[in-house]
């Protein structure tokens, strides 16, 4: 899979991108992932990428130019690819877009605003508008190499056999269960004796409990079409 970015700040993922499953995976050749100035898009010798809004207000737009440019310079080579534009007013990003993206792209552009946003006319030439949460951001960046790290993790290969549980609870609709590792006492804080018992089917079922109880605690909105037996541990925990 190809990721190509466009932004103003190509260090911030070319630093984010050489570390973990994503290094291991650039190494293994799983994945690739091309960083774009947008400045390197503009035509003025101060590589002007912003510019004051129309109808006033606060801050400053992006212009479309660079984003044109670039976008054009990508779809020179006519191969296909679907470009992601990372904004506040996007669709929800979750594990199942991560899911549906991986699923259905060879190649995805991921384009990163700053400032006050950018200039409307630029989501004519992109084919969705994606938002990872409802919160503030500085620029595009963050969201961009979210969705990259989401996305990469769900390549067959990419995480090698140290397939994370995270993974699979969160595939399954539902929070991960606690985690613990040496020493067995810290400060007198014990690692739960279910987990020294070597008991599998004990644990297996401890985990899903623990799943189930952080999950109806801080995302309760994820417990939808559960299996009925999970449906039954979580009524034993009401
Ligand atoms: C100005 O560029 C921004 C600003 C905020 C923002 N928030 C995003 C999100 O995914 O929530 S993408 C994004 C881009």
Redesign the pocket.
Known sequence: MKFEVLTIFPEIIECYIKHGVLGKALNKGIVEVKVYNLRDFTSDKHKKVDDYPYGGGAGMVMQIEPFYNAIMHLKADEKPRKLVL???Q?RK?TQKLAQKFMEESKAMVLI???????DERVKAFVDEE????D??????EL?ALVIIDSVVRLIPGALGDELSAVEDSFMKGFLDYPHYTRPEDFKGMKVPEVLLSGDHKKIALWRKRQALKNTLKNRPDLLKNLSPEDMRILKELC
């Open positions: 990372l904004s506040p996007g990003f990163c605003g700053r400032y006050e946003g950018i994606v938002s990872i949460g919160y503030v951001l500085s620029g595009g969201a």
